[in-house]
């Protein structure tokens, strides 16, 4: 949920610039988003050593999804939705992408304090 929270905060900066650019950089953080959101879902309803492999299969074909989906709605975006500010998209996916890397470290100090 921060990773939303950080994805409405940066579109609600671009919204100073424009409605436009405010929609793409929400597009390319939910281009992100989502399908790691899915994945997430997916990979964590298998529990316990026993499986294994039901873990293991669970993260390749969740991994897969998960780029394939991003590629789709990437692509989907800057195909169907026009007008489309396209650095405000890719700001948007890769301060997801940013968010989704540093969240772990932020937590993980915080946790140690």
Same mark, same amino acid.
């Given at each position: 949920?921060?990773?939303?929270?950080?994805?409405?905060?940066?579109?609600?900066?671009?919204?100073f610039?424009?409605? !436009?650019? #405010?929609?793409?950089? &929400?597009?390319? %953080?939910l281009?992100?988003? +989502?399908?790691?959101?899915?994945?997430?879902?997916? /990979?964590?309803?298998?529990?316990?050593?026993?499986?294994?492999?039901?873990?293991?299969?669970?993260?390749?074909?969740?991994?897969?999804?998960? !780029?394939? #989906?991003?590629?789709? &709605?990437?692509? %989907?975006?800057?195909?169907? +939705?026009?007008?489309?500010?396209?650095?405000?998209? /890719?700001?948007?996916?890769?301060?997801?992408?940013?968010?989704?890397?540093?969240?772990?470290?932020?937590?993980?100090?915080?946790?140690?304090?």
């Amino acid at each position: 949920m921060l990773q939303l929270g950080i994805l409405l905060l940066v579109s609600g900066l671009f919204l100073f610039e424009s409605a !436009l650019g #405010a929609r793409s950089a &929400l597009f390319g %953080g939910l281009a992100h988003w +989502i399908p790691n959101s899915l994945f997430a879902l997916r /990979f964590f309803r298998h529990r316990g050593a026993r499986r294994v492999g039901a873990v293991f299969a669970a993260l390749m074909a969740g991994e897969m999804f998960k !780029l394939s #989906a991003t590629v789709v &709605l990437l692509a %989907g975006a800057l195909m169907l +939705i026009q007008p489309i500010n396209g650095p405000a998209l /890719f700001t948007g996916f890769g301060t997801m992408i940013l968010s989704h890397m540093l969240t772990p470290l932020v937590f993980s100090r915080v946790a140690h304090r």
